[in-house]
């Protein structure tokens, strides 16, 4: 079984689609994971499982490639300290985000009688934009429906609808009330809207984090030496995933979440010990962050002992996109390229680094105020101030 055909990345356009044949059912003999029970951390057996379902559907094994940069880290009062960076590129994706893993591997997980009315996600884009690209082409699950917080910028929307989704805008409050409690807003649909009898799904289930930790095996396989491995903070699912696998695996090498300093859930939560209420401002760093970490992902973080929260400012990210372009021609989102940001300042350390480059899918818009050179610092601040003033509703 073949979920996306043959079909290459140069063969997929701006939208994430294809035109290859339809996609054959998930099976049938699949486990699912309750909205109503805790999230559970994927074992190493769930997240081998997941590999072999992903082969089997056609899931891209992404590149893992060397930063044609280079650098060198220089602290104050110290010697400069080597660091060699290398990018798991998730942007060369199907649909150009990581996202895919997760989507796929719930999908064949899930029992189709559960899906038979449809499916409705809360997400920013990525999983939503995953999740109804596989439903589209899928016979038995008719739509996908998904909560996209009213916040996110038009391109988001975009991308939603051409991947097949209908779009459902809710205010913040609305649609983090659908992540945190894992179900439709009752407040915001009536008792007889037919929207209940689709299939919640959480960006953050054990089945999705399965599949995106598939990431980590690909890593040790392409680069067994590596030191430390720099992911996206997101929901927790994909961080948590990554550190209790590695633990297992190789516990010597570090993992770090990167966040944005506009949006620190989990730096806030870490500082706090427990999951507490943070600034959250709508940036073009949209696919992380939020108002706090969602409360039932909070344990798996502690069990699975993330080494720590590296925060960057939106300059750097920026800054991080246009050494992605520059040097290996690599087109990443903000949230796909905070963990290039932060290795790029020192916050990861030396030694062997690979950062996870988790979505390719940015604003034309955007990417066309980028300046060439990244060290202009004022032009980088004017590409961000003529964005943020035009784009966002």
Not at 76 to 104: D, N
Not at 156 to 177: D, I, N, P, T, Y
Not at 321 to 336: F, H, Q, R, Y
Request: glycine content about 6%.
């Amino acid at each position: 079984m073949d979920f996306f055909g043959s079909m290459s990345m140069q063969q997929m356009g701006d939208s994430g689609q294809f035109s290859s044949d339809p996609l054959p059912k998930p099976m049938d003999d699949g486990e699912e994971e309750e909205m109503s029970q805790p999230f559970v951390l994927p074992s190493l057996q769930d997240v081998r499982d997941a590999q072999e379902r992903l082969r089997e559907f056609g899931v891209v094994r992404t590149p893992l490639v060397k930063l044609k940069k280079d650098i060198v880290l220089m602290e104050e009062g110290q010697c400069p300290r080597s660091i060699e960076i290398y990018l798991k590129l998730e942007s060369e994706q199907h649909c150009k985000t990581f996202k895919t893993r997760g989507a796929v591997n719930y999908l064949a997980t899930t029992p189709l009688e559960k899906m038979q009315y449809g499916l409705v996600t809360p997400s920013v884009g990525s999983f939503g934009q995953a999740l109804s690209f596989c439903t589209s082409r899928m016979n038995s699950i008719p739509h996908c429906t998904v909560f996209l917080p009213d916040l996110m910028d038009r391109y988001r929307a975009e991308l939603l609808e051409q991947s097949g989704a209908r779009v459902h805008k809710l205010a913040f409050h609305e649609w983090w009330m659908s992540l945190e409690q894992r179900c439709v807003p009752p407040f915001v649909f009536g008792d007889d809207d037919p929207i209940h009898k689709a299939h919640f799904i959480h960006p953050a289930s054990s089945a999705c984090s399965a599949g995106d930790t598939t990431i980590a095996l690909e890593i040790l396989e392409d680069l067994p030496d590596v030191d430390t491995i720099v992911v996206p903070f997101c929901t927790g699912s994909f961080s948590s995933g990554m550190t209790h696998v590695l633990q297992q695996i190789k516990p010597d090498v570090k993992l770090y979440a990167a966040e944005v300093s506009t949006s620190t859930p989990l730096h806030t939560a870490m500082s706090a010990g427990t999951p507490s209420r943070c600034q959250h401002t709508a940036t073009f760093v949209d696919q992380i962050g939020g108002e706090n970490v969602l409360p039932f992902m909070w344990a798996p973080i502690q069990t699975a002992g993330m080494n720590d929260s590296l925060v960057v400012t939106q300059q750097q990210i920026v800054e991080a996109i246009t050494v992605l372009k520059s040097s290996n021609d690599v087109v990443a989102e903000g949230a796909g390229a905070t963990p290039l940001a932060a290795a790029l300042a020192g916050k990861a350390g030396g030694g062997k680094v690979c950062v996870v480059v988790t979505g390719g899918n940015i604003d034309p818009d955007f990417l066309s105020t980028v300046p060439p050179d990244s060290r202009s610092t004022s032009s980088v601040s004017e590409s961000l101030r003529v964005f943020l003033s035009t784009r966002f509703d």
